[in-house]
């Protein structure tokens, strides 16, 4: 799909892997990565650690912690990082079902946003300073 200043590609295999990039939005600023989780109870960051511990970020859901959902983003950044050079690229976990609080909820944990989707598309269609040029990088790229 593409719009002004904004292309997704879905389902995307990673090469030489089994695994799959749910999401990449291309957008003028970048390229986004989007893992969509359909989880149930309320996301949340617990920061434990600190002055005499080392500070460890974990990603709660429901009082789970899915704290290695954020570690496949960050694998999945690294591959495509090393894919396009140059080119910002940003991870986010958007889960769909979720508890999001009314006020505030969005956070950010080892560089990984943590939103629901209307956050998430609002976040990309702001996204509008950059000269990375959405066309040419989408085309050849929908099949």
Same mark, same amino acid.
């Given at each position: ?8 590609? *879905?389902?995307? !295999?990673? =090469? ?6 749910? *999401? ?5 600023? +970048? ?14 960051? !617990?920061?434990? +650690? +600190?002055?005499?511990?080392? !500070?460890?970020? #974990? ?6 912690? !899915?704290?290695?959902?954020?570690? +496949? ?14 080119? =910002?690229? &940003? ?9 999001? =609080? ?6 950010? &944990? ?6 629901? =989707? #209307? ?25």
């Amino acid at each position: 799909m593409a719009a002004d200043g904004l292309a997704v590609l *879905h389902d995307r !295999r990673i =090469p030489g892997s089994k695994a799959n990039i749910d *999401h990449i939005a291309i957008t003028p600023s +970048g390229i986004w990565l989007i893992d969509a989780k359909r989880y149930k109870g309320r996301p949340e960051l !617990r920061i434990e +650690g +600190g002055i005499l511990r080392p !500070r460890v970020e #974990k990603l709660l859901v429901g009082r789970r912690d !899915r704290t290695a959902l954020v570690d +496949g983003v960050l694998r999945q950044l690294d591959v495509v990082r090393d894919l396009v050079g140059d080119v =910002p690229v &940003t991870g986010a976990l958007c889960f769909i079902e979720a508890d999001w =609080p009314l006020i505030g909820g969005a956070f950010s &944990t080892r560089g990984v946003h943590v939103v629901w =989707p #209307k956050r998430l598309a609002k976040e990309l269609t702001e996204q509008s300073a950059g000269d990375l040029d959405v066309a040419f990088t989408w085309s050849g790229q929908n099949d």
